[in-house]
Nanobody
Framework: QVQLVESGGGLVQAGGSLSLACAASGGTFSSYTMGWFRQAPGKERAFVAGISWSGGTTAYSDSAKGRFTISRDNAKNTIYLRMNSLKPEDTAVYYC?????????????????WGQGTQVTVSS
């Protein structure tokens, strides 16, 4: 059973930056596609960014492109999300996810594993 634990959320002013991390345990981390999703109040959970098992392929939502960067360190069983130029509309609970497929067209199928989420709040 894979366990995912997010960290790094918090309060930041618009235009600022924040980095999230997700540590995985209990599975073969290096074999999983990993990613980040977010859910704002009153909205559905949405894909933010994904990264292949090797780190060689990444994908981003339109809202994240050019501002967010996903990366992974398989030696540390950890993925990261660097968020720059944050906007109030980025406010959401951010979830780490594992074991799903994605392409430039989006996510294909639901992730098998989810973290508990970390709150990101961007003030205007």
């Amino acid at each position: 059973q894979v366990q995912l634990v997010e960290s790094g959320g918090g309060l930041v002013q618009a235009g600022g930056s924040l980095s999230l991390a997700c540590a995985a345990s209990g599975g073969t981390f290096s074999s999983y596609t990993m990613g980040w999703f977010r859910q704002a109040p009153g909205k559905e959970r949405a894909f933010v960014a994904g990264i292949s098992w090797s780190g060689g392929t990444t994908a981003y939502s339109d809202s994240a492109k050019g501002r967010f960067t996903i990366s992974r360190d398989n030696a540390k069983n950890t993925i990261y999300l660097r968020m720059n130029s944050l906007k109030p509309e980025d406010t959401a609970v951010y979830y780490c996810a594992a074991a799903f497929a994605f392409s430039s067209a989006g996510v294909h199928g639901a992730p098998q594993y989810w973290g508990q989420g970390t709150q990101v709040t961007v003030s205007s």
